[in-house]
């Protein structure tokens, strides 16, 4: 478990996060966490090869394909794929592997962590941040209304 600490100086001290998986769609939870982590003063990486642009942002097909520095890859994928964004973390020479809410692969923990990453799993970094350093009255944080399901109809 990473404590509040560790989590408070990886957010004071990445300046570029890499947005793994980063959706142009409003609803979509990583569209979300890339607005939110553009607004607090980050440099946002899309990373979606379906995407040329995200938040009026080039979006990459890759982490390899970023031309600047990289503090922190924040991945939206799931968990089978996380080994894979591991080793391109390690490529590009990232200081931190962030697994979003419900992400866990402890092999690409290991693998990081060898290789001198820090590695946070099944976090969200705009839930984190905005606990950390204020900011919950931003919409989204447990309101229902930012989800990956689609609602239930509601008969009336």
């Not at 959706?23 to 990486?45: A, C």
């Not at 962030?98 to 001198?116: P, R, S, T, Y």
Request: net charge positive; glycine share 8%; aromatic share 8%.
């Amino acid at each position: 478990m990473t404590d509040a600490n560790t989590l408070r100086r990886i957010l004071d001290t990445s300046e570029s996060i890499a947005v793994v998986g980063m959706s142009n769609k409003v609803h979509r939870p990583s569209y979300f966490v890339g607005k939110y982590l553009l607004d607090h003063g980050y440099t946002v990486y899309p990373v979606n090869p379906m995407f040329d642009e995200v938040l009026g942002i080039r979006s990459y097909p890759t982490l390899e394909d970023i031309p600047g520095t990289v503090d922190m890859v924040d991945c939206f994928r799931r968990s089978d794929q996380m080994v894979e964004l591991a080793k391109s973390a390690i490529a590009i020479k990232a200081k931190v592997l962030w697994m979003q809410l419900g992400v866990i692969n402890e092999d690409a923990k290991v693998l990081a962590e060898n290789a001198g990453l820090e590695v946070v799993m099944n976090r969200c970094t705009k839930i984190e941040h905005a606990r950390l350093f204020g900011g919950l009255n931003w919409a989204g944080v447990n309101t229902g209304l930012i989800s990956s399901r689609r609602p239930k109809k509601i008969n009336l």
